[in-house]
């Protein structure tokens, strides 16, 4: 969860909808952001879709450094982020190295969503931004009311996970 949220974190839907095309990712050199391009959640989901999207979350604002998960919280939400980016650091190490930096566009916390388990690592603001929270309960009211949407969700989610773990695979090879 969002440290010390106040009703100043929440952004109109009307903002990140402004928002949504905002999707291009920074020109970084990291390796991680570097192929970023993959990770973009949804990217060619019409306007209309991100709207019933919209309708089942809950809108952050964040700033630099703040610390949006910790490692072993219990929370099945998943977050877009629609403005800034994060980083994922090793459970209590949040205010330590970055394993790796999760860009626009892309998402967080989607492990816990699948598997209902606490928070596996911590996720530390690197910008200020805005990211999209969805809950399970809130995705499960949006699949029954759109179930190709929810699909698409799904899907898109395990794509991205999937080449998160070929990375870490990658990455544990060459070491």
């Known amino acids: 969860m969002l440290d010390s949220p106040s009703a100043s974190t929440i952004v109109s839907h009307d903002r990140v909808e402004a928002m949504m ?7 970084e050199t990291t390796a991680s952001v570097a192929a970023a391009p993959d990770f973009i959640f949804l990217e060619n989901l019409p306007p209309a879709s991100w709207k019933k999207i919209l309708a089942h979350a809950e809108t952050l604002s964040f700033a630099r450094g703040q610390v949006l998960l910790h490692a072993g919280d219990s929370d099945d939400a998943f ?8 980083e994922v650091v090793l ?10 930096v999760i860009p626009e566009g892309s998402v967080f916390g989607e492990i816990a969503f699948f598997d209902g388990q606490p928070r596996s690592a911590g996720i530390r ?11 399970r309960a809130n995705f ?7 179930a190709v949407l929810g699909r698409q969700i799904l899907l898109d989610l395990g794509r991205i996970l999937s080449l998160r773990l ?7 090879q060459r070491r």
């Open 21 to 27: 095309g905002l999707f291009d990712y920074p020109a």
């Open 79 to 86: 977050y877009i982020l629609t403005a800034g980016s994060v």
């Open 91 to 100: 459970p209590g190490t949040v205010r330590g190295p970055a394993l790796t």
């Open 125 to 135: 603001a690197r910008s200020d931004g805005t990211a999209i929270r969805i809950s």
């Open 140 to 146: 499960e009211h949006l699949s029954s009311w759109d």
């Open 166 to 172: 070929r990375w870490t695979t990658d990455l544990s």
